[in-house]
């Protein structure tokens, strides 16, 4: 996904700023960097093209020079609706991710300026399928621990389009959704498959709402956006009833528990996620390695969990 797009308030920069990102799309990132040179000659003091610069120079392989336009950026950008935190983070190599979060605004505008394109993006450019995954896993969880859907209620945190809702339709007997980006919450409305949508922080929402609301809580390629895992897997037990199920999707990886890829998305070991839901009171019922999701030709290492909390 692209960086979040502010106008700068100059039509002449925004105009060069949408050459620069037709130029980046269409593959030749040395005109982006010309166009954004010049968008930042006449916009010194916009987050958005300096963000847009230091992408264009990392496709040049110009290491140094993306450090550069993300430094700019950041100074420009106190609440980080960029993202150019995470820019700067994934450039170093081996980043553990320790004590790194991906600020709310970032992620809110993020998929605000996705939301239109979402569904056919994942679905036709990268075969995305976790939301099938998820409901398969939770079937077998199912079977193994003798649980009969229809689940009660169930919540799809990080909710998005609704992908995710729309699998679960029938496994229960009402649907609630949360997601941070307005947008989002408007898309998933369209699909007519949630009792109750809300807006806001999905981490807030499971602290603040009832203990022991749900039956099911799930998750589709949300914690790619979450570094530790345990505060909000801790949030989803205090918000299951006893024997409730929690499933959910990873990107997999091994180098530590969680760390940054270079595609600005974390990844967890299994290991460590195991060892975060039997901390917070579950059982793993299942841990299915599966990809969701292919990007650049090839399917992206992942997996899916069940666990069930424990009386």
């Known amino acids: 996904m692209s960086q979040v797009f502010q106008s700068s308030g100059d039509l002449i920069a925004d105009r060069r700023f949408e050459y620069a990102k037709a130029a980046a799309a269409e593959g030749d990132p040395a005109a982006a960097q010309d166009l954004l040179l010049q968008t930042i000659e006449v916009a010194p003091d916009w987050p958005a093209a300096w963000f847009a610069l230091g992408d264009a120079r990392l496709a040049l392989d110009d290491i140094e020079g993306a450090r550069e336009a993300f430094d700019r950026c950041r100074a420009l950008d106190p609440a980080d609706e960029q993202g150019a935190a995470i820019a700067l983070a994934a450039l170093e190599s081996g980043n553990s991710g320790q004590g790194l979060e991906m600020s709310v605004g970032y992620v809110r505008n993020l998929f605000d300026q996705y939301a239109e394109r979402f569904d056919s993006h994942l679905t036709k450019h990268l075969a ?3 939301p099938e995954l ?3 896993a939770i079937a077998r969880a199912c079977a193994i621990e003798g649980v009969r859907p229809p689940f009660a209620r169930a919540l799809d945190i990080g909710c998005g389009t609704g992908l995710l ?3 679960l339709q029938d496994m ?3 649907i609630e959704g949360i997601d941070l980006s307005p947008r989002m919450i408007r898309m998933a409305k369209k699909r007519d498959c949630y009792d109750r949508l809300s807006t806001g922080d999905m981490l807030a929402f499971l602290r603040e709402g009832d203990a022991g609301r749900y039956d099911l809580i799930a998750a589709a390629d949300v914690f790619v956006y979450v570094g530790d895992l345990g505060p909000v897997v801790s949030a ?3 918000a299951l009833k006893p024997r409730g199920l929690f499933a959910f999707s990873i990107q997999r990886g091994d180098a530590a ?3 940054l890829g270079r595609d ?3 990844f967890h070991r299994p290991a460590y996620v195991e060892a975060v839901l039997k901390s917070c009171g579950f059982n793993v019922v299942r841990n299915e390695a599966n990809s969701t999701r292919i990007e650049n030709g090839a399917p992206v290492p992942g997996a899916i969990f069940v666990a069930i909390k424990r009386r």
Do not use: L, N, T, V
């Open 134 to 136: 998820i409901r398969d």
């Open 172 to 174: 229960a007997k009402a």
């Open 165 to 167: 809702g729309e699998q």
């Open 236 to 238: 989803a037990a205090r």
């Open 128 to 130: 995305y399928r976790g």
């Open 264 to 266: 600005r998305r974390f």
């Open 257 to 259: 528990d969680y760390a």
